[in-house]
């Protein structure tokens, strides 16, 4: 489904990302792991379109997206949930989530897409009047996955959704991404908690310092000894 080939990027004169390579087929859940500062949400915003590589070329469903706009690369099917969820707090629940379907496809698929939203995350239809800025971090997590989810995504793009809460939470939400992937949605997902990440994920990227290290089936990963010392403490 992506085929990125050789992609460095950065801000201005300032290259974060060196000479990346990934493969993600249709289908999988794929882990990036790395600690703050690596360049994880550099590749996520590079695979959306949002920053240009300098170099390399991103390839999706064998079409080569790196040249064009966010909202094109939205339309194939790309979608990224950022990092601190990005809701519009002044707006309610559900406005948030239609906001989700703004594309055609989408739109006429609207009522539908709200039933799956809501049967996956019964508390956002709970609270579907409610103005999204007074949800719990959990609820504003889910919100924002559930509006990705309205964009009827082929690739759902995780950008450290554990950030900040509970882990009871984590676990339950941590579920409902691997039953988005059995539904059909390909997962990339971005996380700093390694052993849940390996243990969603089948196989995994270990970024560092903008480039990758390690790669292969979480099983290999986390035997890995640098996994283990490293991102583990064992």
Excluded: W
């Excluded at 971090?137 to 809460?165: H, K, N």
């Amino acid at each position: 489904m992506f085929d990125v080939k050789q992609i460095s990027a950065g801000y201005g004169d300032i290259q974060i990302l060196h000479a990346i390579s990934l493969k993600i087929e249709r289908g999988e859940i794929v882990s990036v792991l790395g600690a703050n500062g690596s360049g994880k949400t550099t590749l996520l915003l590079t695979l959306s379109g949002v920053l240009r590589p300098t170099a390399g070329e991103i390839y999706f469903s064998d079409r080569r997206v790196d040249c064009l706009e966010p909202h094109l690369i939205v339309k194939q099917g790309v979608v990224r949930i950022p990092e601190g969820r990005k809701i519009f707090q002044e707006m309610t629940v559900l406005e948030n989530l239609e906001l989700g379907s703004y594309i055609r496809t989408a739109k006429i698929h609207r009522k539908e897409n709200l039933v799956k939203v809501f049967t996956l995350f019964p508390r956002l239809e709970e609270r579907k009047h409610q103005l999204a800025g007074t949800l719990s971090g959990g609820e504003q997590q889910m919100l924002a996955i559930g509006r990705g989810l309205m964009t009827i995504p082929r690739i759902l793009m995780l950008d450290e959704p554990s950030l900040g809460l509970a882990p009871l939470i984590v676990m339950n939400l941590f579920e409902v991404v691997k039953r988005i992937n059995q539904e059909g949605t390909t997962i990339l997902l971005v996380e700093q908690n390694v052993h849940l990440a390996l243990s969603t994920a089948q196989r995994g990227y270990v970024i560092e310092n903008g480039r990758i290290i390690l790669e292969g089936g979480s099983d290999k990963l986390l035997g890995e000894d640098y996994v283990r010392k490293a991102y583990l403490g064992i």
